[in-house]
């Protein structure tokens, strides 16, 4: 048994900040000198370290200083087959897979390209701050194993699937329905519930599905009630006609997700862009989730994400947030985070009424804000909770994996440090308000460089050189 | 006489790509080996260096290996006072100014402020590449005064002027237009054109001045008709309302400047991300300039800004980019070239009839696609041009001044090495659309990390640690 205690400045969140307009402190969780207990990888205690101090005073404790320690980022849609094709020039979405995506993803099905890639991979997401990810793979049965076994190695939190496409794409990229069953059902038996390994019945959109496919998934989904369910939606104007000429009974992309009864808890869509109300309403009443991937709506140009609108209390979404890494731009949460306040503020404009007065709609603009406060809990506990994994991370409670990332607010760009040091005096900050400060600074000037140390299962995995 | 020789790749722009729909070669030069001479500062001879060895045999050469040397970078829209305050939370423009940078632009009254300010903002400058600025300063002549000594100092060249403001600001933050009249046409004798500098008569934007200080503004470039003119345009919704409801006697924001005589060659308004078709019709006619300035529009909610609009041929308006630090988040203009990728491609489907099959113009949305040709130029020689400082600098011609910027592909995120890995050999780009490739990755997966040197008037101002 193996039990350790670090000390130091810590954030995390213990509501949802959404639900305290006006007074997001109440949902933040915020100890000046605090903590935390780790026994076996799991979080054994946690507060102020006055008061615990005594109780664990044979322990040794690591100090990490001048740091605001925050629980591990959750990238909740990732395409781990992308990582070398990342940012590539030029197109939207369905012409980008054709160009760029779909040759680099093919190299997944050696298995030696797979392995050095998945070394990469997971380099990149701990240099980021991120420990947990709800990822795509390819379509060959190759590439989803050295993602598990990578993950494996690192005793890292994944959720992943053999990712299925057997339309509108080279017939070298695609999977028949039937070699899909097969290979995801050896792999469920392989991988799901193992280590820290968890399966996701992944097809990858519906412009790439035949129905004989989705009836696949929903066959995968009755015979493992509590598998994931994870694809895309509602990403691209002309990605969604497409959808709807294939799949011409349904009236709406999640009508075709709803018809082969994949929608639900654990159920997640990427983008969700141009979800209609009444989708976000279907959404909200089973439980499932959207991912929120703002680098990748804007470099692929897909449009504006209404986080207003999905946060609407009358019908709230399950939100996580996503790198999309490829199609998004960048691997750090961050970045994401930097993405999604842009988008937000541009929302933000359009609600308030200055540029078309009737569609002033004061409450979803302000909903559109995406305070420090509300950033943080997304990539941390609110994305666990969308993807009902906060059983097991999201926060510093008790019982939960200790995985978590210490952050420097001074690095970054050059400008980063004198920025942080008009928000907080020397020794950091002292109140969760001067914390909210640093931590947008972070998000909006700074970038991974502001990941010092990221820390998995109470290991450290990752430390800045 | 100092004559000195730089060896390596060279990438600049002898045309406007937007010129060569399809052919955006035809706008670069491209030399895989070239060699650069200068003497004093000045560009004496440029070209493959096979061709010039002979030549300048008796010269030593700087070899630079492994990078793309292109020319300095111009920041057409930046706030020198605002360089701590940059990235600061949470409002559109006009609460914005009022809690954050009214407050720290003040402290630039004081010269010992000013001045330690003025150190901070060139060395940001120059570890992002910048080697060109148009700046805003603040309404005390302290500021601007130490902005042109840091300046001079470095010896780059820098187009500003105080800052003036009479109107929705605090009373000891406004400047009176008798005021701004002898502090202006004291600096105009002091300043302009000694050295690199060049000073632009700055009324800071409509909303904060009265009728009585844009007539000064119109007085002084009476009296001083070489001089810049630099100001804001169109950036914000409620911003424009303001506007016009001060300058009752004008239809549109465009037509308040023109009233005044302000807009011709050598005026820039920043922004203007709401002008309408007609004033980019007056715009292009005057041969006055626009900065977009993508960083801040997203950053603050403003809007995008209709790049495939702008560069109509029918009304072509000259371009110049800005970071609008801090109003924009970023010190780096390859941050602005990545946000203003997005930006353009959220225009492109917005016009390509996905959405809204009324809205197609696929010309326009096509203009939006910002290629890695349109966007170093746009921050080169595009960005010279705009300013009428193209005698100067922008590119490698002979007789310009000897700005450049070595970039390391490899350098940035960890993800970015692998990734340029894909898009060239080791050696380095040897085709035009090699270097196109990477100039794409360096703005959109990597970031100012990628800026290894900067080279001003022929002296090497800065090298990455």
């Not at 087959?81 to 050696?110: C, H, I, M, N, S």
């Not at 060959?140 to 050295?146: L, M």
């Not at 989730?289 to 703002?294: D, K, S």
């Amino acid at each position: 048994m193996s039990t350790k205690a670090i000390r130091g400045t810590f954030l995390d969140f213990i509501d949802d900040p959404w639900k305290h307009v006006g007074d997001e402190h109440a949902a933040t969780r915020f100890l000046v000198d605090g903590l935390l207990v780790i026994e076996d990888g799991i979080i054994k205690d946690f507060g102020p370290y006055d008061a615990l101090a005594d109780r664990w005073a044979e322990l040794e404790v690591t100090e990490i200083r001048d740091r605001i320690i925050v629980p591990g980022f959750i990238d909740g849609h990732i395409h781990f087959p992308q990582t070398r094709v990342l940012g590539a020039y030029g197109e939207q979405l369905l012409p980008w897979l054709q160009k760029w995506v779909f040759p680099e993803e093919r190299k997944y099905a050696d298995r030696e390209y797979a392995q050095a890639g998945a070394v990469r991979f997971f380099d990149n997401l701990l240099a980021s701050g991120t420990t947990t990810i709800q990822a795509f793979t390819s379509s060959a049965p190759v590439c989803t194993e050295e993602l598990f076994e990578e993950a494996s190695r690192r005793n890292m939190r994944v959720i992943a699937g053999i990712t299925a496409i057997d339309k509108n794409a080279p017939d070298w990229f695609t999977i028949s329905p039937e070699e899909f069953y097969t290979a995801a059902t050896e792999q469920i038996e392989r991988y799901h519930g193992k280590g820290r390994n968890l399966y996701a019945i992944t097809p990858r959109f519906a412009f790439g599905a035949t129905k004989e496919l989705l009836e696949t998934c929903r066959r995968l989904k009755q015979e493992n009630p509590d598998l994931w369910v994870h694809t895309h939606i509602s990403e691209n104007p002309a990605e969604i006609r497409g959808v709807l000429a294939i799949h011409d009974d349904c009236t709406d992309y999640l009508g075709m997700y709803e018809k082969y009864d994949l929608v639900g808890p654990k159920f997640t869509g990427g983008h969700g862009v141009w979800l209609s109300n009444d989708e976000f309403r279907r959404i909200s009443d089973k439980g499932a989730a959207v991912t929120f991937c703002p680098c990748s709506n804007l470099y692929l140009g897909s449009g504006l994400f209404r986080l207003g609108r999905a946060t609407d209390p009358e019908h709230r979404v399950k939100l996580t947030f996503g790198t999309d890494m490829g199609g998004g731009n960048r691997f750090s949460m961050l970045n994401v985070l930097e993405d999604a306040y842009k988008v937000g503020m541009l929302n933000n404009t359009i609600l308030d009424g200055s540029i078309v007065p009737s569609e002033q709609d004061l409450a979803e603009s302000e909903r559109n804000k995406l305070s420090p406060f509300r950033a943080f809990w997304s990539i941390t506990q609110g994305g666990a909770e969308a993807l009902y994994i906060d059983e097991y991370v999201g926060n510093f409670d008790i019982g939960k994996e200790a995985d978590f990332v210490a952050l420097d607010w001074t690095a970054g760009p050059p400008a980063n440090a004198w920025h942080a040091s008009l928000l907080v005096e020397e020794g950091g900050p002292q109140t969760v308000e001067q914390a909210g400060e640093l931590l947008f600074s972070i998000m909006m000037v700074s970038d991974e460089r502001a990941v010092d140390e990221t820390w998995v299962a109470g290991e450290r995995l990752y430390k800045k050189a």
